[in-house]
């Protein structure tokens, strides 16, 4: 089993990024899916989960301005991160509890400029 990232980039304050990340390989069942951040030196926070009945949970300080969702048929989660500012700047990570174990992606980076 594998999660493969995308979707990070540059973009100005104020604007918009979609994040998406793709299980693939063995799969049988995804119980849980998720987004976390981390910044240098610091530790991997929840950004946003969704679980296989489709309820989320957000980290209270983002929910107002991300989305989290997923594409059961693609195996496939996405983070909606609308009015980005430079505080959100930082490496972002997908992972997935698939078939009774947890998986990480490579984690993508989203720079926010001032």
């Known amino acids: 089993v ?3 990232a995308s979707g990070g ?3 100005q304050a104020g604007g918009s990024l979609r994040l998406s990340c793709a299980a693939s390989g063995s799969i049988f069942s995804i119980a849980r899916m998720a987004w976390y951040r981390q910044a240098p ?4 926070d929840l950004v946003a989960d969704i679980r296989s009945t489709g309820r989320t949970e957000y980290a209270d300080s983002l929910k107002d301005r991300f ?3 997923r594409d059961n048929a693609k195996n496939t989660v996405y983070l909606q991160m609308n009015n980005l500012n430079p505080e959100d700047t930082t490496v972002y990570y997908c992972s ?3 078939n009774f ?3 990480w992606g490579q984690g993508t980076q989203v ?3 001032s």
């Not at 030196?41 to 991997?44: D, F, H, I, N, Y």
């Open 2 to 4: 594998q999660l493969q």
């Open 9 to 11: 980039g540059l973009v």
């Open 41 to 44: 030196g610091k530790q991997r």
């Open 67 to 69: 989305t989290i969702s």
């Open 96 to 98: 997935a509890y698939i």
């Open 101 to 103: 174990a947890t998986y």
């Open 111 to 113: 720079t926010v400029s």
